[in-house]
């Protein structure tokens, strides 16, 4: 689905629909929508709908209005200038609604974004239930649904933002930002939210998850006239590890600079930085084949592997270190699940940063190496090679998945474990393959 400079619409609910988005049919749909969409849709919009050569079909911009009526509308007619087909003649009503279904779970950031500014005398307490005996002097409707906290032209102010905040309906974030946390208050469906981390210039608020309703108001009071008040704003992950996506001004074009990806694109290439999800002590692989994986030097296991692009380490180079960068792709399994020796008193000797790295370790008076070759977008081959030392048992535990099976010739596998007996210059090859989406 080629939507190009013309948004479909990421929607507010509404009664198009004769399911929700909580229902077991709406799930149904969803499932349908997903895979109506990753068919279509995603080679110009994304695999995760953070565009491409398509528009960003998550974020809180939306061209040709968020109504449900008007999302179906478009994907039926198209966009035929921008480069977009109409696809009523290609799928049923119902297909279609089920795309737009899709589209609706993954939404984040604000719709109906609206402010309000209130002036302050210049010795007015710092004390926001002074809001009760003031009168807005400006209110409207935020056109691109982002805080904005530079709106006033006045110097002493208290302005309100108040909207439906979407954030990930699998599991509850925060709200991260590096502000002085007596200069705001935050209140989430009608009740005040307290900061979960405040330390200076850090600050967390928790949020639910899903959609609910955000008010947050910033004060002047207390602080010097001349300060940049281009805060930066995030909802994060719980643990504050990743900050997903900015919901201020600042906190956009902070992510818009903090991104510099790294691709695999005609050789395999070799990352050693801090990764959001794994230890530092990981070493990340990419192929061209749009699989990945990480070899953790600690204890010589494979600690993670994903499907997509390689990384962006922005975050990290942004964080100076703090923010680990992220994968540009899906996670098929990471720490702490692993592939691992039963062994635990593993001695990392070294890799090679050229080519396809092999890792060389040592296991007792044994060295062994491994290797990881592709054999397409779907499937890695791991090859363990006994170097040194004498015959043993190579045993490993492979991790549980629901997506993707272990297979092998050179050995045996039961319950997750892998076992052979073998010989000093022999290699063993265990192959993961990742099951077809139905």
């Not at 905040?165 to 991260?176: D, R, S, V, Y």
């Not at 540009?328 to 008193?345: D, M, R, V, Y």
């Amino acid at each position: 689905m080629n939507l190009l400079n013309h948004k479909i619409v990421k929607i507010s609910l509404g009664a198009l629909f004769s399911f929700t988005l909580h229902s077991p049919l709406a799930h149904s749909a969803q499932s349908e929508g997903q895979a109506l969409y990753e068919t279509t849709c995603a080679a110009c919009h994304g695999k995760d709908l953070s565009g491409g050569a398509g528009f960003n079909l998550k974020d809180e911009t939306w061209v040709h209005g968020d109504k449900p009526s008007e999302i179906l509308a478009n994907i039926k007619k198209g966009f035929g200038q921008a480069g977009m087909p109409g696809f009523e003649a290609v799928y049923s009503e119902q297909q279609l609604k089920s795309i737009v279904d899709y589209i609706l779970s993954k939404r984040q950031g604000f719709e109906n974004l609206t402010y309000k500014i209130y002036h302050l005398e210049e010795d007015a307490p710092a004390d926001f239930s002074i809001l009760k005996d003031l009168k807005a002097q400006k209110s409207g409707k935020v056109p691109n649904n982002i805080i904005d906290f530079t709106l006033p032209e006045v110097k002493n102010y208290i302005i309100e933002f108040e909207g439906d905040l979407n954030t990930p309906k699998e599991h509850a974030g925060q709200i991260f930002a590096m502000v002085y946390k007596e200069l705001f208050e935050v209140e989430i469906d009608g009740k005040l939210v307290q900061p979960s981390q405040q330390e200076w210039l850090r600050v967390a608020w928790p949020l639910k998850a899903g959609k609910q309703h955000f008010k947050i108001r910033y004060s002047t009071v207390g602080t010097r006239q001349d300060h940049n008040k281009n805060f930066n704003f995030f909802v994060a992950d719980q643990a504050l590890t990743q900050k997903l996506f900015g919901i201020s001004t600042g906190g956009k074009q902070f992510l818009n600079k903090a991104t510099v990806n790294i691709k695999a694109e005609s050789q395999p290439q070799v990352v050693r930085k801090k990764i959001v999800n794994l230890p530092t002590s990981s070493v990340a692989v990419g192929f061209p084949e749009k699989i990945n994986y990480a070899f953790n030097t600690k204890n010589c296991s494979i600690n993670g592997i994903w499907t997509g692009d390689l990384l962006n380490i922005g975050p990290n180079i942004e964080g100076r270190g703090r923010d680990g960068g992220v994968i540009l792709g899906e996670w098929l399994f990471h720490s702490p699940q692993a592939i691992t020796h039963h062994a635990n008193n593993c001695v990392f000797n070294k890799y090679n940063r050229q080519g396809n790295p092999i890792f060389e370790y040592a296991l007792y008076d044994n060295q062994y190496s491994v290797q990881v070759k592709p054999e397409s977008s779907q499937s890695l081959t791991f090859i363990y090679t006994l170097l040194t030392g004498k015959s043993s048992t190579l045993a490993l535990t492979l991790p549980t998945l629901a997506n993707a099976t272990f297979s092998s010739q050179d050995g045996s596998i039961q319950s997750n474990q892998f076992s052979t007996q073998a010989k000093v210059g022999q290699s063993y090859a265990i192959t993961l393959t990742l099951k077809e989406s139905k």
